[in-house]
């Protein structure tokens, strides 16, 4: 059994987002947050999924793997502290079957 999660980095920062490696055909999803509650501008490679920006800063963002390293970041003019954690799920090498049990229980 291979999980698709491969690599689960999170880190505490006060200038450098986090690195990632995914794989062409992968996707990388991004969360991250800060106190603050000041709106951020993800960066223009990713696809921003949500913000909520309340008394604290949530955000998400996705892309797509290329094989190399890539950092996940978003952009705010007043932060200086924040959390982030990258997860990739990897692409299926091979999609099920129509003979699986998964689609037996359909």
């Given at each position: 059994y291979l999980s698709p999660l491969l690599h689960l980095p999170a880190q505490r920062a006060e200038a450098r987002p986090p690195s990632i490696t995914a794989a062409s055909g992968d996707i990388i999803?991004?969360?991250?947050?800060?106190?603050?509650?000041t709106p951020n501008t993800v960066d223009g490679s990713q696809t921003q999924q949500y913000q909520v920006a309340q008394d604290n800063t949530m955000l998400c963002s996705t892309k797509?793997?290329?094989g190399s390293s890539t950092n996940m970041?978003?952009?705010?003019?007043?932060?200086?502290?924040?959390?982030?954690?990258?997860?990739?799920v990897q692409a299926a090498s091979t999609p099920p079957s129509?003979?699986?049990?998964?689609?037996?229980?359909m």
């Open positions: 999803i991004d969360y991250a947050s800060h106190g603050n509650g797509g793997g290329s970041s978003w952009t705010s003019g007043t932060i200086s502290l924040w959390a982030s954690c990258s997860v990739v129509q003979n699986s049990a998964f689609f037996g229980l």
